[in-house]
């Protein structure tokens, strides 16, 4: 059974740099893979932050990014603001089927 | 500005049915893949099922298949799954998405007796 694996939990101060990573129990991740990124905010639907590895949608701040990082999908945050505190999860495509890593809870603290 | 806005859930019994509906509005709905994405209270995100903007591709996630349908009426703008043998693991807000950058906010769907 294919698993996503996120880091539970991150904290960051205000103005740091973080980054979070997305791995996949069939090996390396790839562009193939087509990782996108999301934020979801309590109580709130998720918003799509990152798609297909490193693209930004429209409303994305420029302080996210995205990339691949020794065999995983990443999401660098870069200058971090209070905002910014909220759930991150990954997607990966494994052909038709999709899958969620577990999420990242990041703080800003 | 795009938007999605789903329907249809509520408490019912295990092994009962439920249908969903999701109405799009603001954009080019019939062009657009869609997703159906569900998150159980306190858990994270998971994908349930895709269907392509015409119809000719389906797929569903291992946990639903079999028991679930998704379609779509372009003509209506609108999205469908049909819920059926449910248990309580299905308990959770369901989220309608188009090519996961369009996302409703999510209609609650609980199975419990």
């Known amino acids: 059974q294919t698993v996503v694996t996120q880091e539970p939990s991150l904290t960051v101060s205000p103005g740091g740099t973080v980054t979070l990573t997305c791995a996949s129990s069939?090996?390396?991740?790839?562009?193939?893979?087509?990782p996108n990124w999301f934020q979801q905010k309590p109580g709130q639907a998720p918003r799509a932050l990152i798609y297909?590895?490193?693209n930004k949608h429209s409303w994305t701040p420029a302080r996210f990014s995205g990339s691949l990082l020794g065999g995983k999908a990443a999401l660098t945050l870069s200058g971090v603001q209070p905002e910014d505190e909220a759930d991150y999860y990954c997607l990966l495509y494994f052909g038709g089927f999709r899958m969620f890593g577990g999420g990242t809870k990041l703080t800003v603290l | 500005e795009a938007q999605l806005m789903e329907s249809g859930g509520g408490l019912v019994q295990p092994g009962g049915s439920l249908r969903l509906s999701c109405v799009a509005s603001e954009f080019t709905f019939n062009s657009y893949n869609m997703n159906w994405v569900r998150q159980a209270p306190g858990k994270g995100l998971e994908w349930v099922s895709y269907?392509?903007?015409?119809?000719?591709?389906?797929y569903y996630a291992d946990s639903v298949k079999g028991r679930f349908t998704i379609s779509r009426d372009n003509a209506k703008n609108s999205l469908y799954l049909q819920m059926s043998s449910l248990r309580a693991e299905d308990t959770a807000v369901y989220y309608c998405?188009?090519?996961?950058?369009?996302w409703g906010q999510g209609t609650m769907v609980t199975v419990s007796s």
């Open positions: 269907i392509s903007s015409s119809s000719n591709t389906i």
């Open positions: 998405s188009g090519t996961f950058d369009i």
């Open positions: 297909d590895t490193t």
């Open positions: 069939t090996g390396a991740v790839t562009s193939g893979y087509y």
